[in-house]
Every structure is written in C-alpha cells, then in structure tokens.
C-alpha cells in the first residue's frame, strides 16, 4: 500500500510540473470554458481528500460558502515575489511537495491533497513583482498536529467565508485576472462585497486566490475556481 501510494503522489508531482510548464506557455486546452460560475464537483475531489465547506448562497456566477472551524487547514509557504502565478506557483509546490514526501522535522510523509492554492496580492505595476503564497490542504490525519517544515507555516481557516467563481481550462497568468475581474462584478452591490473590501482593505486577505484542481492530462470537465477570501465581522468578534 505504502508503495501504491508512493508511486501515485509521485505521478501527481510529474503532471503537476508539466500542467505548471504548459500554462507558462501559454498553451490553452481546446476544451477549456467557462461555466458561468455554477458549482460542479472537481473530479480530483472524488478521488482524494479537499477541503469541505457549507454552501450559504448561490447567485449569478458566484458562490458563498463558509469553511468551519479548524476543518481547513493549509501549510504555506512564505511570501514568493515573482512576476508570475504560473511560475510562483511552481516554487512553492516544489517546497510543499518535498514537504509532503517527508522532508519536515518528523520525517513524515503526508498523502496528496486537492486544491493547491495561491494567494496574489498584485503589484502597483505591469513590471513589477506581485507576491504570491502556495499552500497545500493538510489532510483531516494531520490537521491536529501537522508536522513543521523550515520555511512553510500553518493556516487554519476558522469561519472563513469564500466568494467563488468556476471556470475551466488551464490556468495561466493571463486568464486569473479576467476571472477575478468577473467575480468582482458579479459581486458588486451584493452585503458580500462590502465584507470582501472591508477585510482587503484591513489587511487581512489577499486580493484573490486562485485554486487547481486538477490532472492536467484531464483537457475535459476542467475545474479551476477564483477565491475572495474573507470574515463576517459579527463571526471575528463573537470568536
């Protein structure tokens, strides 16, 4: 089983690097869409642990879901300053996956989860260098006491509420911006935004973040999502 294992996290590291190498080139699948924000299960969630959460609302091409207390939780990198997602993305998951297979201070390996995710907060401009944080879901095992790493830290999402926004594809540093914009648009004038910009504005979440899922041999049924991160402030106080 040990070896089973061992030889499927390996195969997901070789076709990471080989979804991160394509998107850099901006190769786009013949098959990518976009679903207009509408929920679909990621294909990769049926196969391996994700994070789960409750759905509050569903509206026109966002989603608002609520991840519960200690239930979520990510081991990130620090801050990578980089001029690209797709090539930031690829440096933390080099770090996490040798996290992953073992090099942290218990020597414990830890098995494949989905999203990776990247936190961006954008630069001030076109030439320079926006900051980006790649974190791995730790799996429900490990969550109580996952195993430290130099140079990575533990997030735990506690009542955090998500805006979300689908779409397919592969990603690349093109693409994320034009979904973010969407999101932010099909947001506005909705009690979430004010929420959304009152957490941004204080700090306390990136601009947005950009989840994958999948293989990328699957050029179907892709499922990437756009993320607002943020707190109710009736929830921060009452915690």
């Given at each position: 089983m040990a070896a089973a294992s061992t030889m499927i996290t390996l195969k997901f590291s070789f076709l990471w690097s080989l979804l991160l190498s394509v998107s850099l080139l901006g190769v786009k699948s013949s098959h990518s869409h976009q679903n207009g924000g509408r929920r679909t299960i990621p294909p990769t969630c049926k196969r391996i642990e994700c994070p789960t959460h409750d759905v509050i609302e569903v509206g026109d091409g966002y989603e608002i879901r609520r991840y519960n207390n200690n239930s979520t939780v990510w081991m990130s990198t620090s801050p990578i300053q980089d001029i690209s997602l797709v090539e930031a993305t690829r440096t933390g998951f080099r770090s996490l996956f040798d996290y992953i297979q073992g090099k942290n201070n218990?020597?414990?390996?830890?098995?494949?989860?989905a999203p990776v995710i990247t936190e961006v907060s954008p630069s001030d401009g076109p030439f320079c260098k926006s900051s980006f944080v790649v974190s791995f879901f730790v799996p429900k095992l490990n969550q109580a006491n996952p195993p430290p790493a130099k140079g990575l830290h533990v997030q735990r999402w506690n009542n955090m509420y998500v805006a979300a926004r689908q779409f397919g594809g592969h990603v690349n540093d093109s693409n994320v911006a034009v979904e973010a914009a969407v999101l932010r648009a099909s947001i506005e004038g909705t009690k979430w935004s004010g929420a959304i910009d009152k957490n941004q504005k204080a700090g306390h979440a990136s601009v947005y973040t950009v989840?994958?899922?999948n293989d990328p041999f699957e050029y179907q049924n892709r499922v990437n999502e756009i993320l607002f991160l943020f707190e109710m402030e009736?929830?921060?106080?009452?915690i």
């Open positions: 218990y020597k414990q390996k830890i098995e494949m989860t989840a994958q899922y009736s929830e921060r106080h009452a």
